[in-house]
């Protein structure tokens, strides 16, 4: 199946349980645990002991990377001639300027090559031509560093099911203060909203922006995270519990996802955390981040749409999330095996379709 090892945290289980939510620390210390107690009770022979421990590990690690898949396949729509175009997601990426119109390409027609039917990018006036240049297929408004851009987002709200916030947003005060208007009337309206890249800058110098919003999930780096950790918590970072650290920050911002990207992905709706494993690459190349976006943009949209039903009672952003973490490192795996280090973004893009088949569709 390919898909890595996924781990499932509850609140209130103490350190240890969230400590247990990490998925290659885990797979250690497991199998040691396990180890030390058949070699003290059964006496067998190292070679079989080791044999054992292993087999246990990875047959609950199937189990469970069954599970979450079947979870993710729950949410996904089935193709059908009776839709309408729009009706498999209308998607909104708000990013992109002067210096940055690759990252919100990359979102956008990640998006689209993960299912949804039309994508809107709100970008710049100077990054409009470019990121038009790229594809067709995207709808681009250059009108993000208009001084009434929150009202002129605002007016194609009603057609979007999602928005992606940050893609090649920059810094520049005019941009960022625009993007908060848009965010305050995205809440008003109940849109779920992916938050990465700049918009994360936003979000750690107006943690009110997002505060106790539930449809919202923040995508950060190990920077971004840390940045953010300073700017809610105020205090120090355990080093050595990394998923105890999602579920905190996810809990101070009143239970908003968080998806930590790294090593491993962490994620936390400040209930649980999940663990994404699924091997990818050692290629680290920029824009990996803006596929993940997109593909979560989506993704979330349809795991709202299916309910809590669909996806075993955990939070529906939850699945989508690591729906949206398994794809990217699939892709980045499959890319990688053709093109090496020489491998781009546009390469792992290329992969969408058929990493998405292989792992939410056979």
Excluded at 94 to 116: D, H, M, N, R, W
Excluded at 330 to 348: I, L, P, V, W, Y
Aim: with cysteine; glycine share 10%.
């Amino acid at each position: 199946m390919g898909v890595g090892g996924v781990t499932l945290a509850a609140r209130g289980r103490g350190k240890l349980h969230a400590a247990c939510a990490r998925g290659a620390v885990v797979a250690g210390a497991g199998a040691v645990a396990l180890l030390a107690v058949a070699i003290t009770f059964s006496g067998s022979p190292l070679p079989a002991v080791l044999q054992r421990t292993f087999s246990l590990y990875e047959t609950h690690s199937l189990k469970d990377m069954e599970h979450y898949v079947n979870l993710v396949r729950n949410i996904v729509p089935a193709p059908s001639a009776k839709k309408h175009k729009g009706q498999d997601g209308r998607i909104g990426v708000v990013g992109g300027c002067q210096e940055y119109t690759g990252a919100p390409y990359f979102a956008a027609i990640s998006a689209l090559k993960v299912g949804a039917d039309l994508v809107h990018v709100f970008c710049a006036r100077e990054a409009a031509p470019v990121i038009k240049s790229y594809s067709p297929e995207l709808i681009v408004h250059p009108i993000l560093d208009s001084r009434d851009a929150a009202q002129e987002v605002e007016k194609w709200l009603p057609r979007l099911h999602s928005l992606v916030v940050g893609p090649g947003l920059g810094r520049d005060d005019l941009l960022l203060n625009s993007v908060g208007g848009i965010l305050e009337v995205s809440k008003a309206r109940g849109l779920p909203v992916v938050i990465d890249a700049d918009g994360l800058w936003l979000v750690a110098q107006q943690p009110t922006l997002i505060q106790g919003y539930q449809k919202a999930v923040l995508t950060p780096n190990h920077i971004e995270f840390s940045r953010l950790w300073e700017a809610v918590i105020k205090g120090p970072m355990d080093t050595k519990d990394d998923s105890g650290c999602v579920l905190r920050l996810s809990q101070a911002l009143g239970n908003v996802t968080v998806v930590r990207k790294g090593e491993q992905d962490l994620m936390s709706d400040g209930q649980q955390v999940l663990v994404c494993n699924q091997k990818g690459s050692s290629r680290r190349c920029g824009g990996q981040g803006d596929l993940l976006s997109g593909s979560l943009g989506v993704m979330a949209h349809w795991a709202l749409l299916a309910g809590p039903e669909r996806t075993d009672s955990i939070s529906p952003l939850l699945v989508a999330a690591w729906g949206a973490c398994t794809l990217t490192r699939e892709c980045n795996q499959q890319a990688f095996q053709k093109h090496g280090r020489s491998t781009t973004t546009s390469d792992m893009i290329t992969e969408v379709g058929a990493a998405f088949s292989k792992l939410f569709e056979t």
